[in-house]
């Protein structure tokens, strides 16, 4: 059995992974076209939850990632060397443990709601606990925080939009040969 489920989409939870397109910090597509939006069981249930939560405010939960083979970190690491920001590929990510996600928020017209910065913006004003950001902003980030909590998840201090699971490094990494599974048996 794999370690790995696939997300399904629906009204209320959308899934637009990042790294499929060259709107990331890579500048270029990282995932093979078709690739799956995949969590461990434990993660993608309190993801169902978190999308459940959303609609009952009129909201939608836009994944931009969830799991990620450690070769697309390395990627990232050639990239950002910054470890406030990326893993180090000796030490991996929670993403590669298959426990973490990047999510945002859709109002009821499909329109991210404002949160400040970009998703993968590597900078300051991308961290939690700001108090330079506009007060919509605020809003919005602590509208996100608090369904991920209330989810089952925890935030990280450098990115407001990366959620985990609180055990997330009692998880062990995934071969990348599952995502390729994944990607194989596509069906959306
Ligand atoms: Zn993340």
């Given amino acids: 059995m794999s370690d790995l489920v696939a997300i399904a989409a629906s009204d209320n939870l959308?899934?637009?992974?990042?790294?499929a397109t060259a709107d990331n910090?890579?500048?270029?597509p990282v995932y093979a076209a078709g690739a799956r939006c995949a969590l461990r069981p434990k993660a993608a249930q309190c993801l169902y939850?978190?999308?459940h939560?959303?609609?009952?405010?009129?909201l939608s939960l836009l994944v931009l990632d969830a799991y990620r083979p450690a070769g697309v970190?390395?990627?990232f690491w050639q990239v950002i060397a910054d470890a406030r920001y990326v893993a180090a590929p000796t030490s991996g990510s929670n993403h590669t443990r298959g426990v973490a996600v990047d999510v945002t928020l859709l109002d009821s017209d499909g329109q991210a709601l404002d949160m400040g910065t970009g998703f993968d913006a590597m900078c300051e004003q991308s961290h939690h606990d700001r108090d330079d950001l506009p007060a919509a902003v605020q809003r919005n980030r602590q509208l996100l925080l608090g369904i991920m909590l209330h989810a089952g998840f925890r935030p990280i201090t450098t990115e407001w939009w990366h959620y985990e699971l609180p055990d997330a490094q009692q998880y062990a990494f995934i071969?990348?040969?599952?995502?390729?599974r994944m990607i194989t048996?596509?069906?959306c």
């Fill in 25 to 28: 910090l890579a500048g270029r």
């Fill in 53 to 58: 939560a959303a609609r009952q405010a009129e």
């Fill in 185 to 187: 048996s596509s069906i």
């Fill in 175 to 180: 071969p990348e040969h599952e995502m390729v």
């Fill in 73 to 75: 970190q390395d990627v």
């Fill in 14 to 19: 959308r899934i637009a992974l990042a790294y």
């Fill in 49 to 51: 939850q978190a999308a």
